[in-house]
């Protein structure tokens, strides 16, 4: 059977098919040589087939094939496969020419190309902030949204009355709470009171809001966080994953009581937080529901694992390594790797 034949059931005019009706049969080289066809949408598709590869099983013949074709694929007059190859820049080898490769993203003339070009000059530039300031005049919204949440990230404040903006619009809301948190910029304080304070603020909102005024020594955010841990609806998992980031030992109690409630929507983020946090017998707790292979789900054991990770203890270490060796369960052992391997590269 030929390539386009496995890719679109012996029709190649048919780019409207989705990657799930591939053939998972194609080889890479195949999928490779598919991206010097002339049917766009088979560039499209071929492209998403080795992204999936790559990402989800690691094939390294996939990551060879997009990184061998990468530079050509930024200029792709297919602007999904423009996009998906921002989204790849991570797995291409970091050089002078990759930098060099995105910049011209950034001035894009379809605008999700240009937002997609941000995010990956940001992951991937030596020095992203000026390069990214120049762009917060972009005529276009979701752009500018995201030149201030990248820059925001990176600790550059530049964003900040793009940011400010965002809180009046529901749909960049979350986004513009979370970086205007993690900015710590006391200009801050202002929109989000106001924001805080609306009768009608959705609670998921308002929690997020709360978050980021309690970074910035605002009691009243601090208060509801520890009274949404309390309440334990479906805001309090995020409220849990601010205590632990913001060091709110005053929640820990709170966070106990979540951490053994098995049912609870926030136990997951509250096992997480008292590693965080470090909080006494934090470590005893986490081992006894990490070790615990029968008797709980594979969730809360890796969010466990997390907390472990975080108190940093040997004994927490010797615990994730026991662990990765003796689980019969494949997503645990598999999660357990991936800390171990992260905690390789900071150790």
Do not use: Y
């Not at 995105?102 to 991937?124: C, G, H, I, Q, Y």
């Not at 992203?128 to 925001?152: G, K, Y």
């Amino acid at each position: 059977m030929g390539l386009f034949s496995k890719l679109f059931g012996g029709n190649a005019s048919k780019p409207e098919d989705s990657v799930s009706e591939m053939d998972v049969s194609v080889s890479v080289a195949e999928l490779s040589a598919a991206l010097e066809s002339s049917n766009g949408g088979l560039r499209i598709d071929a492209l998403a087939m080795l992204s999936e590869r790559a990402r989800e099983s690691g094939d390294a013949e996939a990551i060879e094939a997009i990184a061998a074709h990468w530079p050509k694929l930024l200029t792709d007059s297919e602007e999904l496969v423009r996009q998906r190859a921002l989204s790849l820049t991570a797995i291409v080898p970091a050089s002078a020419d990759r930098e060099s490769a995105l910049l011209p993203l950034l001035d894009d003339s379809v605008a999700a190309v240009r937002t997609a070009a941000v995010w990956a000059v940001a992951r991937a530039s030596k020095s992203p902030s000026p390069i990214l300031v120049a762009h917060l005049h972009d005529p276009s919204p979701q752009t500018r949204f995201a030149v201030a949440a990248a820059l925001a990230q990176l600790g550059d404040s530049s964003g900040f009355e793009e940011l400010a903006l965002a809180l009046d619009e529901p749909a960049a809301r979350l986004e513009a709470l979370q970086a205007l948190g993690n900015l710590g910029d006391a200009r801050a304080l202002a929109p989000l009171t106001a924001l805080f304070e609306r009768t009608m603020l959705d609670e998921m909102d308002r929690v997020q809001c709360a978050g980021a005024l309690a970074r910035l020594g605002d009691s009243a955010g601090k208060e509801h966080l520890l009274r949404a841990l309390e309440e334990n609806g479906e805001s309090a998992p995020f409220a849990a994953g601010w205590a632990g980031d913001l060091g709110i030992l005053e929640a820990v109690p709170l966070l106990e009581a979540l951490a053994d409630e098995v049912e609870s929507p926030a136990r997951g983020a509250s096992l997480h937080a008292l590693g965080a946090l470090r909080a006494p017998g934090a470590e005893a707790r986490l081992l006894r529901v990490l070790s615990s292979d029968d008797g709980e789900e594979s969730a809360a054991r890796l969010d466990a694992a997390e907390g472990l990770a975080l108190i940093g203890t040997p004994t927490a270490r010797s615990a994730l390594e026991e662990a990765a060796g003796r689980t019969q369960d494949d997503e645990v052992r598999a999660g357990l790797e991936d800390i171990l391997s992260e905690l390789e590269k900071v150790s």
